[in-house]
């Protein structure tokens, strides 16, 4: 005798404060949503005006007196497209290798086994609390003779011991029965870390490398260290150089007009500068927070 689904038609109501929860969370994380967008609306709005109308403090979220010549003033001026590829060739370097060495450091120090972790460990957490400082790491440039190079851009930011230490906690929670059972296969220690270990750590690694990518293509401080090259230059730099150029005046009577400028490039320099990052993060936006939950979490 073929048994039969009993539905009992009841249906669970939510409480009352569940519902009061429910809908003042709904408000908060809408007023959230507002203060998020706000200042990257208000942002576009005022690359797209003109700068008469910023400085009157006439924009709001809709651009007043349309104007796109100062980005067609900034993208044409030779300079621009150049400085744009130099930063592109940085950032996908100093990405990738980041994320490189920053995984073949996390991933021993995640074997609790190795008895040197015990040493290791607590000299790379040390550097999270004191640093050389600038001073010490420009004379390190200086005599590994890295000065003027691309190398001086890209080697200090290249290990961020906090990206180490969530990546170590991630390879924490890679099945150790995966890895026996690729020495089984035959596979050494560095098999077992590129065939398995590597290829189940895609969220942390994607997360780390949104942290990577935002570090370098926002980096302009090492350039002005290191980099006296002008062609050298990354677009971050440049445009920082193109907003104090707009800003800086010794005549009076301009100063009103420099200010202008000064508020229009700016506008456009950091829509400009942001927007290759915008429109990376939603294809990398599945991984961020299981990467961060995995890599945070020791499971």
């Given amino acids: 005798m073929a048994k039969e689904k009993v539905s009992t038609g009841t249906k669970v109501k939510d409480s009352t404060g569940y519902k009061v929860f429910t809908v003042f969370n709904t408000i908060i994380m809408i007023l959230i949503c507002c203060a998020t967008l706000y200042p990257f609306l208000y942002l576009i709005a005022q690359s797209f005006s003109s700068e008469a109308a910023i400085v009157a ?3 709001n979220l809709i651009p007043k007196g349309f104007n796109v010549q100062t980005y067609v003033s900034i993208i044409t001026d030779g300079k621009f497209i150049p400085y744009y ?9 100093g990405t ?10 996390a991933y021993p120090l995640s074997k609790p086994e190795l008895t040197a972790n ?3 460990s607590p000299l790379i957490i040390f550097t999270m609390y004191f640093a050389g400082g600038m001073i010490p790491n420009y004379v390190l440039m200086n005599s590994l003779g890295l000065n003027n190079t691309v190398a001086a851009f890209i080697l200090p930011g290249l290990i961020s011991t906090y990206y180490v230490i969530l ?27 590129f065939r398995v270990a590597l290829p189940l750590s895609m969220p942390i690694m994607a997360t780390m490398a949104l942290f990577y990518l935002v ?28 907003i104090n150029s707009a800003t800086s005046t010794t005549d009076p009577s301009s100063i009103g007009d420099s200010m202008q400028i000064a508020a229009n490039i700016k506008s ?19 991984y961020f927070v299981q990467g961060m939950m995995l890599g945070g979490v020791k499971g």
């Fill in 96 to 105: 990738t290798c980041a994320l490189f060495f920053s995984a073949i450091l």
């Fill in 268 to 286: 456009c320099a950091m829509v400009l500068t942001a927007a290759p990052i915008i429109c990376v993060y939603p294809f990398i936006q599945k």
């Fill in 215 to 242: 570090q370098y293509w926002n980096d302009w401080f090492d350039a002005f260290l290191y980099l006296q090259d002008t062609s050298k230059w990354p677009v971050a730099y440049y445009l920082r150089q193109l």
């Fill in 167 to 193: 990546m170590r906690s991630f390879f924490e929670t890679v099945p150790k029965e995966l890895e026996e059972a690729g020495e089984i296969d035959g596979m050494n220690k560095i098999g077992v870390f």
């Fill in 57 to 59: 403090g006439e924009v």
């Fill in 85 to 93: 590829w130099n930063t592109i060739v940085y950032t996908v370097i």
């Fill in 118 to 120: 015990k040493v290791i």
